[in-house]
């Protein structure tokens, strides 16, 4: 009875609510909701390819697409695929496919997963899949693959690799085709017919410009391989060598910056050398401009430079070299990471303190060892926010940039014409008359589940359609600190929540007033909307006693004037969720640093759930019931430090591990238990359940809980009291504690303090292991 009343739930609210990125399914298939899957395998149906008419674009996102059972599909050519650039996983069974063009799959460089069982293939070439260096299973069951031919030679490799079936069976060529017979690929001795090999002279190259080099390229294998030069500099001529070409390069240029490939192919395979080119070249400006927004805090001047060896940044005022914090002025994350071969930076200056005399003349200088280039920026005026503004600057025409004149009053305000005070005071008055009968609207009973057809979200104390709940048991007399609002300086954004923005900053603590201490620092957006003001003042008090080392450091509220602002201690490495990913075994394919981060070893995964484990403890000691309970909502500090917090961030940035229902209500359905689920009720038991989901995160590494399907898929899953599978790198030991917290009755669950020891003691017999290679930044 429950599982089907939690399918009827769930299946209203999907009717209500859910509108699938894939609602205009071409005809003949199926898109499963949520899914960004293609499914088409009734019989004979699919004439070609899936288009979707009213939204073409939409191919661009399609992760798998499955088409099965369609005798008109005979091949794979160069085209077809290419309208598919996120493909993950393709799915090509039981089709009539005979060929299998070179470029086939050049488009698709993501794919891990090709399945081409029950086709027409005698001949497999390697070209297709040469350069799919994602590709972890490819599987040609009941194909009729011939097994002489020495072009299949390469199926072998990746059989020893893993990524191909070594069960894989093929005829064998006897010239009488009555007599053929199966054998194993694997077991085939290819006679005459070697993978290729190949050597370079130098595999690494730095040059400065018009300088000149030459690298030789040679190869061997059976049959001869074929030796071909690949994204070679611009400047350059290729000459034949024995058994190999030379690559001559007659003058660098900074353009030849990157990645060059020699690669040997024959019948067999190819083999490929990759040769990292750089050519260091004097600084350049690009583009060199102001920022003045008011909806952020900070002014900012806003670079692109490129130069190699790395340019060193000055920054003059009017003439006077200014102190620059490096870290936090140039982005060196994302795209802008350095490294030996990026020609183009981007960078930012904020200031960390700003008024009237910071107005004046920027000059921006650059410089490495081959030189220098300036730009300047005139008459900047900072003390008046008008909005963003994007004045491109150059090293050699130096433009003025104007912003309007605002007369400034030392005592806190600003010198308007007369005729203005009126118009302004009239529009005050209608703006007050407003937000009365806004508020006399909305003071309606909002503590049902349901109101109106729309569900409201108790999920959250800072949820901003729900009043917060006092609970004095939460309070111990710990007074709020407020902060003078002058002692925090903002640097940039971070994120946006339920409340505003939240920012990085600094701030002169009272317990370092010498040194500035960095802090994240969430900002509300509109204290006069409904309870906003109330609730922010709550969860300050809350927040203020909260006190563990394993809880974000909470150091005060600004609040003498508006915007509201709460800070909080900074945490260097992020979100936990984010942190696994970067160092879990796909690491390679999620991030985009060319450094390669280890991956977290099972003691430090171990060491990351202790300590989130003493938070919840803690938090229980309390009778605080945190509500949001993931790995999105943990940060990560130095020597591996984890706490837990909740700045509202993760609802933008995670937007799909949160089910929307209505208007802003947010459900993390994921991690709710059963009881949440169908009553909105939360409780210490709740948060038991959320921490087990947690060590299932931990030891997925990152990984999204119930992936694959739609929340609507996940509600129900949980209603039938189904369970996620232990994942491989969780020890049986481990996975009996997550099993405790998943207990469908609240009061049958383990308590935290018990779950707390447990770990411990498995934590306590083998210590976590810091990294101090320098490829993790545990340290």
């Not at 609510?17 to 960004?36: G, H, K």
């Not at 391989?225 to 001529?237: D, E, R």
């Not at 403890?617 to 909740?646: P, W």
């Not at 119930?706 to 969780?730: D, R």
Request: charged share 25%; aromatic share 10%.
């Amino acid at each position: 009875m429950e599982r089907v009343l939690g399918y009827v739930f769930a299946s209203w609210i999907a009717s209500l609510y859910m509108v699938t990125p894939l609602s205009a399914c071409p005809e003949n298939c199926d898109c499963p909701l949520m899914e960004l899957r293609i499914e088409c395998d009734d019989l004979n149906t699919l004439p070609s390819l899936p288009i979707f008419e009213d939204d073409p674009d939409i191919h661009a996102y399609i992760e798998e697409l499955v088409i099965e059972n369609q005798n008109t599909i005979t091949r794979i050519d160069n085209l077809t695929l290419r309208a598919f650039p996120r493909l993950e996983i393709l799915k090509l069974a039981r089709n009539n496919i005979k060929e299998i063009d070179h470029d086939a799959f050049a488009g698709n460089k993501k794919l891990s997963k090709i399945e081409l069982d029950q086709n027409d293939l005698k001949y497999v070439p390697w070209q297709p899949f040469a350069y799919l260096f994602n590709l972890q299973e490819l599987t040609l069951k009941d194909n009729p693959l011939k097994c002489g031919q020495c072009n299949h030679r390469w199926l072998q490799e990746l059989m020893h690799e893993g990524k191909v079936d070594k069960e894989l069976m093929c005829w064998t060529e006897v010239g009488d085709a009555a007599k053929e017979q199966k054998v194993k690929l694997i077991d085939i001795a290819f006679q005459n017919c070697t993978l290729p090999t190949v050597n370079v002279t130098e595999k690494t190259v730095v040059l400065q410009e018009t300088q000149q080099i030459e690298i030789d390229c040679v190869a061997s294998g059976s049959p001869p391989p074929t030796v071909k030069w690949l994204f070679t500099p611009y400047n350059h001529t290729i000459v034949d060598i024995e058994n190999g070409k030379k690559l001559r390069v007659h003058s660098a240029h900074r353009n030849d910056n990157g990645k060059v490939l020699c690669e040997a192919s024959n019948e067999a395979g190819n083999d490929v050398q990759i040769v990292n080119f750089t050519v260091q070249f004097p600084p350049k400006i690009n583009d060199y401009y102001v920022i003045l927004e008011e909806e952020i805090f900070y002014k900012t001047l806003v670079f692109n430079i490129s130069g190699i060896p790395m340019p060193e940044i000055e920054i003059y005022h009017d003439g006077e070299k200014q102190r620059i914090d490096t870290e936090g002025s140039f982005l060196k994350s994302g795209d802008n990471t350095f490294s030996p071969t990026r020609t183009s930076f981007n960078g930012s200056v904020y200031f960390v303190r700003c008024s009237h005399a910071n107005n004046g003349n920027y000059t921006l200088i650059i410089k490495n060892k081959f030189g220098t280039d300036n730009a300047t920026l005139y008459n900047v005026t900072l003390v008046v926010d008008p909005g963003p503004e994007f004045v491109p600057v150059n090293s050699t025409v130096l433009p003025t940039y104007k912003t309007p004149i605002t007369v400034y009053d030392p005592k806190g305000s600003l010198t308007v014409p007369y005729v203005i005070v009126p118009a302004i005071l009239a529009a005050a008055f209608v703006f007050a008359l407003v937000c009365v009968i806004k508020s006399r609207h909305k003071k309606r009973s909002r503590h049902l589940p349901f109101e109106n057809g729309e569900v409201l979200d108790p999920l959250r104390p800072h949820a901003p359609t729900l009043p917060m709940v006092e609970n004095p048991n939460y309070l111990n007399g710990i007074q709020t600190h407020h902060i003078d609002r002058n002692k925090i300086h903002f640097m940039k954004a971070l994120g946006e929540g339920a409340f505003g923005l939240v920012y990085l900053g600094t701030y002169k603590c009272v317990n370092d007033p010498l040194n500035d201490t960095r802090v994240a620092v969430k900002r509300l957006k509109d204290a006069a909307r409904g309870d906003a003001r109330k609730d922010f003042e709550r969860e300050a008090e809350l927040l203020a006693n909260l006190q563990h080392d394993n809880i974000v450091t909470f150091y005060g509220v600004c609040m003498e004037k508006e915007p509201f602002l709460m800070v909080f201690e900074y945490m260097e490495n992020g979100d936990l969720n984010n942190y696994l990913r970067c160092r879990g075994p796909d690491a390679d394919c999620l991030t985009k640093d060319e450094v390669s981060l280890l991956p977290l070893t099972y003691n430090e995964l171990l060491y990351i759930a202790k300590q989130i484990a003493s938070g919840m403890v803690y938090m229980a000691s309390q009778h605080f019931v945190h509500r949001d309970m993931a790995t999105r909502n943990c940060l990560v500090g130095e020597r591996l430090v984890v706490k837990i917090a909740d700045f509202g961030m993760s609802r933008d940035v995670y937007s799909t591990d949160y089910y929307r229902i209505g208007g802003q209500t947010m459900l993390p359905v994921r991690w709710m238990p059963p009881e949440s689920i169908n009553y909105r009720t939360n409780t210490i038991e709740s948060d038991v359940w959320s921490y087990g989901v947690v060590l299932w995160e931990i030891f997925e590494y990152g990984k999204q809980p119930w992936f694959g399907l739609s929340n609507v898929e996940v509600i129900e899953k949980i209603l039938s009291n189904q369970q996620l599978e232990c994942p491989k790198a969780c020890p049986k030991e481990i996975f009996e504690i997550v099993k405790g917290c998943w207990e469908r009755k609240p009061q049958d669950r383990l308590p935290i303090k018990e779950i707390y020891e447990r770990i411990s003691k498995f934590s306590e017999v083998m210590p976590p292991f810091l990294d101090m290679s320098g490829k993790n930044t545990l340290v």
